[in-house]
Nanobody
Framework: QAQLVESGGGLVQPGGSLRLSCAASGSIFVPQVMAWYRQAPGKQRELVAKAITDGIPEYADSVKGRFTISRDNTKNTVDLQMSSLKPEDTAVYYC???????????????WGQGTQVTVYS
């Protein structure tokens, strides 16, 4: 069964840093896409950063220059280094992966369970 497992998150003061990690398992190929999304209370889930295999990372305008996404294709992991955090970054952060599960005939979309990031004064 293909799945994504996240770690990291927590409480941090404005200006601080956090690192989120996500590991994909059960994909017989290197994930086509790995990304981080977030959802704040009362808001829609939004893309934070995306890393396509052999592509250029993409970032939401609100996090450019502060967040960095990185992948390790040998381990099928994706990290999100978050710096200069702001209260408006508070949200549940979800790892996303486009994986190829054994026995499937095509790529599928998979989500992690979500991890809370709270930036408080």
């Amino acid at each position: 069964q293909a799945q994504l497992v996240e770690s990291g998150g927590g409480l941090v003061q404005p200006g601080g840093s956090l690192r989120l990690s996500c590991a994909a398992s059960g994909s017989i190929f290197v994930p086509q896409v790995m990304a981080w999304y977030r959802q704040a209370p009362g808001k829609q889930r939004e893309l934070v950063a995306k890393a396509i295999t052999d592509g250029i990372p993409e970032y939401a305008d609100s996090v450019k220059g502060r967040f960095t996404i990185s992948r390790d294709n040998t381990k099928n992991t994706v990290d999100l280094q978050m710096s200069s955090l702001k209260p408006e970054d508070t949200a549940v952060y979800y790892c996303y992966g486009r994986l190829f599960q054994r026995g499937s005939v095509t790529w599928g979309d998979y989500w992690g369970q979500g991890t809370q990031v709270t930036v408080y004064s």
